[in-house]
């Protein structure tokens, strides 16, 4: 099946289930790979080929990706051209101002996918360790409870929404926040 053929080893690099246990402790860690800018594939098509090198399944070191918008239309028929016996996908890119060719198995389009999803979260979530690291006053046993937490683990208390760890990186840029969380920790502090 299309599923089966595409999905993409479990146990890979930047596979779904490699995000999945992600914590902030290793995302500050984490090379992630650069991704073309927009636009950068002049021209691709399906063809029956099943490539099986490491450069057409796996993401190699310091290879460079293909962005999300260069990957959707690829994605969009991917399911319909394996119906008609298609197996990869040959790529015509401009990656650092250099014309490339590549053929890439159905997998690696979909690791591809993953990081482009990915991406905002973990620079999110690096930035939430440097913080929490260089700047929050906090016990050492509470950042450690904190950074050893998957990125994608829900925020305790919002019951009605699925709001994940790695979200609060959004706030970084509030000044406002510090003072508010330490006011509603002095104030915790108070009524123990």
């Not at 029956?48 to 239309?73: F, G, K």
């Not at 389009?109 to 991406?119: A, Q, T, V």
């Not at 904190?146 to 929404?161: A, K």
């Amino acid at each position: 099946s299309f599923e089966s053929y595409s999905t993409p080893n479990p146990f890979s690099a930047y596979s779904n289930n490699y995000f999945q246990s992600i914590t902030f402790e290793n995302a500050s860690s984490l090379e992630f790979p650069e991704i073309t800018p927009a636009r950068s594939v002049s021209h691709w098509s399906f063809n029956s080929e099943v490539p099986a090198t490491a450069l057409a399944t796996l993401i190699l070191p310091n290879e460079i990706i293909l962005h999300s918008d260069d990957l959707q239309p690829i994605l969009q028929r991917m399911e319909s051209a394996f119906g008609e016996g298609a197996r990869s996908v040959a790529v015509e890119a401009f990656i650092n101002g250099q014309a490339v060719s590549r053929t890439y198995h159905f997998t690696k389009i979909r690791l591809f996918k993953e990081i482009n999803n990915f991406h905002p979260k973990i620079l999110y979530a690096k930035r939430l360790y440097e913080y929490f690291i260089t700047t929050l006053p906090i016990s050492p046993n509470h950042a450690a409870v904190f950074l050893t937490s998957s990125i994608l683990h829900p925020i305790q208390g919002f019951h009605v929404t699925d709001f994940p760890l790695w979200r609060l990186g959004c706030l970084l840029d509030e000044n406002w926040v510090d003072e508010d969380i330490l006011n509603g920790m002095a104030e915790l502090l108070y009524f123990q």
